[in-house]
């Protein structure tokens, strides 16, 4: 008997690596396809190696759960690395080429990501949530990588 494959409701691969994320203040996860294959995946949380941010690893992070810091305020302090960045570091870490990939995401990118985005050769991004604003996806709109809302594919 061959492999038989799931109907229905199949998981969303980027939504089960966004639980891996160990950051306080977000989740998102990030799947790299390339050639039909996953070739890496990313979710968002602090370097490795050092404290988990759930456990305190990043002050920034800290501050803003207890209200010490407001949204947007001193990013600088921030230690988590974004689950995009994660995802393209692991494909470089691994020797796999992202050029022409297609990138899935729980969120749209950020500006910070969109950069590595463009620069890392990836062609397309198909994201779920919207991000708080479009400078990634405008830039990467700009830099002619395809972005797709999946709410909007048909």
């Given at each position: 008997m061959g492999c038989v494959r799931p109907?229905?409701?199949?998981?969303d691969p980027p939504e089960v690596v966004r639980h891996r994320?160990?950051?306080?203040?977000?989740?998102?996860?990030?799947?790299?396809?390339?050639?039909?294959?996953?070739?890496a995946t990313g979710y968002n949380g602090t370097p490795a190696g050092t404290k988990n941010c759930i456990d305190g690893?990043?002050?920034r992070c800290l501050q803003r759960s207890q209200n010490i810091l407001k949204e947007n305020e001193r990013k600088d302090l921030c230690v988590c690395v974004h689950s995009e960045q994660n995802a393209i570091?692991?494909?470089?870490?691994h020797g796999v080429s992202t050029k022409g990939a297609m990138l899935y995401s729980t969120v749209a990118?950020?500006?910070q990501c969109a950069k590595a985005i463009i620069?890392?050769?990836?062609?397309?991004?198909?994201?779920g949530e919207k991000h708080q604003n479009t400078l990634g996806t405008d830039l990467l709109t700009?830099?002619?990588?395809?972005?797709?809302?999946s709410s909007e594919k048909a």
């Open positions: 109907r229905g409701q199949s998981p994320s160990n950051c306080l203040r977000t989740s998102v996860g990030v799947v790299i396809v390339k050639d039909k294959h996953i070739i690893g990043c002050k570091l692991q494909s470089a870490y990118p950020c500006l620069n890392a050769g990836i062609a397309m991004v198909i994201f700009s830099a002619r990588v395809k972005v797709i809302h």
